[in-house]
């Protein structure tokens, strides 16, 4: 199995916080993210595999789901510059008084 390029790409991140350490309040020593960094190099194909398998899955089954209701419908020119837009009540108040009625 072949390793995403975000995985790899990631790795190289970890390592560079290792040796690049971040400043400030609450950042870890170096290491403790040098220990995160391998638990992720470990772990991170197993969890990036079950996440591949899972998007397959939710993909495939949402590819022959038939029983959709068709959202979006295509209006007419004349339809869409007939159609007015909608302002509430609130909005309409705010429009006078910045206007000065």
Do not use: C
């Not at 072949?2 to 290792?18: C, D, Q, R």
């Not at 020593?29 to 939710?58: C, E, H, K």
Request: proline share 4%.
């Amino acid at each position: 199995m072949i390793l995403p390029l975000a995985y790899l790409k990631i790795v190289g991140h970890k390592w560079a916080l290792v040796i690049r350490a971040p400043k400030g309040k609450g950042s870890s020593s170096s290491l403790d993210r040098a220990g995160q960094a391998l638990i992720f190099m470990i772990f991170g194909p197993i969890i990036m595999s079950l996440n591949i398998f899972t998007d397959v899955y939710w993909f495939v089954k949402h590819l022959y789901k038939m029983d959709l209701d068709k959202t979006v419908t295509k209006k007419s020119k004349a339809e869409e510059m007939m159609e007015l837009p909608q302002i509430n009540r609130r909005s309409y108040k705010k429009m006078l008084t910045y206007f000065g009625e």
